[in-house]
Every structure is written in C-alpha cells, then in structure tokens.
C-alpha cells in the first residue's frame, strides 16, 4: 500500500508565498516522476509542474518562473515552492505519482488527497 500525503497549503495574500510538501509512505524502492496538479472550481485538473527522479523539471506557462519544484529521493517527497501567488493559482492542488516500484510490485497512478490553497486579492 502506498500513500502520498500533501501538507503546506492554506490562505495567502496575492504576492506571497506558500511551500507545498508531498510525502510518500510505504515499501517503496523507487519514484521516477513526480508531480503536481491543480484543480480550480469548475476547471479541469491541469498539471502544475513534475519532476523526475534525475531532477528534470517541466512546469506549465502559467507558473514559470514563479514556481519550483524539488524533490527529496531519500525521503520520497517533493516539494512545490510557490512565490509571487496570485488570485488565479487559487485551487486544490494535488501530488501525483504515475509510478511506484515497491515490494509487491508497481503502483500506477498514485494520488494525494488535495491540499487548499486559497489567494486573496
């Protein structure tokens, strides 16, 4: 069994900054990517940014250069780092991992529950 389980969210003022933490537990020998989602009211689930285990990043236009994504292998986290927020990066945001090698096998399409983050204007 594998849990991702995401900390850090929470209300922030337009221009500030949160840091956004996602934890994997279980036997797990491996990630290769991971990655974060949001998901406004009314929108679709759209990718934030991912990363490999190899440290290879990817985000979307919308965050660029205010968003950074790392990861911590020995403690299979990742984190999302987010500064100069702004009304519109308003959602829950979610931690996702397409693969796990663990000790019964692989996991596909691992999901943490959700995190709020909520920007004021």
């Known amino acids: 069994q594998v849990q991702l389980v995401e900390s850090g969210g929470g209300l922030v003022q337009a221009g500030g900054s949160l840091r956004l933490s996602c934890a994997a537990s279980?036997?797990?020998?491996?990630?290769?990517?991971m990655g974060w989602y949001r998901q406004a009211p009314g929108k679709q689930r759209e990718l934030v940014a991912d990363?490999?285990?190899?440290?290879?990043?990817n985000y979307a236009d919308s965050v660029k250069g205010r968003f950074t994504i790392s990861r911590d292998n020995a403690k299979n986290t990742v984190y999302l780092h987010m500064n100069s927020l702004k009304p519109e990066d308003t959602a829950v945001y979610y931690c996702?991992?397409?693969?796990?090698?663990?000790?019964?096998?692989?996991?596909?399409?691992?999901w943490g529950q959700g995190t709020q983050v909520t920007v004021s204007s």
């Open positions: 990363i490999t285990s190899g440290g290879a990043t």
């Open positions: 279980g036997r797990i020998f491996s990630i290769n990517a």
């Open positions: 996702n991992a397409p693969t796990i090698a663990t000790a019964r096998g692989p996991v596909f399409g691992s």
